[in-house]
Nanobody, 121 residues
Framework: QVELVESGGGLVQAGDSLRLSCAAS????????MSWFRQAPGKEREFAAG????????YYADSVKGRFTISRDKAKNMVYLQMNSLKSEDTGVYYC??????????????WGQGTQVTVSS
């Protein structure tokens, strides 16, 4: 079992930056990927960014590529999402997810409760 707790959301203006954090605990040895998903009002949850837990290689959705950076600190069991040049369409609830080796970049086996990001234009 893996527990995830997100933090760092808030209300910002378009063009601003924000950094989200995800604290992980539990059986992290069973995890191969950590990802950030987001869900805008009235829309389905979508993949935003992911990182391989061991190697640190990253993968981004086209909509955030060049603006968002995912990173992890294995020693602290932390995952971060640095979001720059925020746009109003980035508004939504951001979820941290942990995925076992059998999963994919667009799936999650464990989920946090989410943190709200609101970008005003």
């Amino acid at each position: 079992q893996v527990e995830l707790v997100e933090s760092g959301g808030g209300l910002v203006q378009a063009g601003d930056s924000l950094r989200l954090s995800c604290a992980a605990s539990g059986y992290m040895f069973s995890i191969s990927r950590m990802s950030w998903f987001r869900q805008a009002p009235g829309k389905e949850r979508e993949f935003a960014a992911g990182i391989r837990w061991n190697s640190g290689s990253t993968y981004y959705a086209d909509s955030v590529k060049g603006r968002f950076t995912i990173s992890r600190d294995k020693a602290k069991n932390m995952v971060y999402l640095q979001m720059n040049s925020l746009k109003s369409e980035d508004t939504g609830v951001y979820y941290c997810a942990a995925t076992r080796p059998s999963g994919s970049w667009t799936s999650g086996d464990y989920w946090g409760q989410g943190t709200q990001v609101t970008v005003s234009s």
